[in-house]
């Protein structure tokens, strides 16, 4: 079936240092691929989405782009904030019939001053 | 920002006990959805419902759960007789349409802690 493979965490780093979250899939065609965001207290918000191969998303100085040849998604971010500090999850859509979201696990990120 | 509201926020009930966990999506969204997510473990998808009925379910939404919108804007995820595995907690989430590429708005979760 189709999967997402997230890097454990917890991420720890300083502000202003180089962020990468792996993130690989497992997917029976071609799907669409999301990362999420959740900071303490809040619910899961959207960061980037990519929906074809090459396509890059990026938001708030995040970014990752859809490799269809490594099946990855990585996020990055070339220098984290203190703010950045959250829990983040990749996830994947099959582009056929409703939303069935398939999450990884989630990486902790710690971002200290 | 329009936001999708979950109460309660945590909630503590007894083994065979029922609990409702409630949700108010976004005013003009028609999908809705209930996922879980296990300390530990990967938000799993439960349930999709759209236009009054369940469009797609999990394996894990079994005879236990129902969902339900009973008055136009709540939609409540109802577990009969909660097990000490149905500990977890419990995003909705809604959206404008259900296309793979759409995005679905979550609420910040519901912890049901079940003893």
């Known amino acids: 079936g189709n999967s997402v493979t997230q890097m454990e965490g917890p991420v720890t780093l300083s502000e202003e240092a180089f962020l990468t979250i792996n993130c690989t899939y497992t997917a029976t065609g071609y799907p669409s691929l999301f990362w999420y965001v959740q900071y303490p207290g809040e619910g899961l918000q959207l960061l980037l989405k990519a929906t074809k191969a090459d396509d890059k998303g990026s938001n708030k100085g995040f970014e990752a782009t859809y490799r269809k040849e490594t099946t990855s998604f990585h996020l990055e971010k070339g220098s984290v904030q203190v703010s950045d500090s959250a829990v983040y999850f990749c996830a994947l859509n099959m582009n056929t019939g409703f939303q069935k979201l398939v999450f990884g696990t989630g990486t902790r990120l710690l971002v200290s001053p | 920002e329009p936001e999708v509201t979950q109460t309660p926020s945590h909630q503590v009930t007894q083994m065979g006990q029922e609990v409702i966990l409630r949700c108010v999506p976004i005013?003009?969204?028609?999908?809705f959805y209930w996922y879980r997510q296990i300390l530990g473990q990967k938000v799993e998808f439960l349930v999709s419902?759209?236009?009054?009925?369940?469009?797609?379910k999990s394996e894990i939404f079994d005879d236990q759960f129902s969902v339900e919108r009973p008055d136009g804007s709540n939609f409540t995820l109802k577990i009969r007789s909660t097990k000490l595995e149905d500990s977890a907690m419990y995003f909705c989430?809604?959206?404008?349409?259900?296309?793979?590429?759409?995005?679905?708005?979550f609420g910040a979760g519901s912890r049901l802690t079940v003893l």
């Open positions: 005013s003009n969204h028609l999908y």
């Open positions: 989430a809604s959206s404008e349409t259900h296309t793979g590429a759409n995005v679905l708005t």
């Open positions: 419902f759209y236009n009054n009925e369940i469009s797609e």
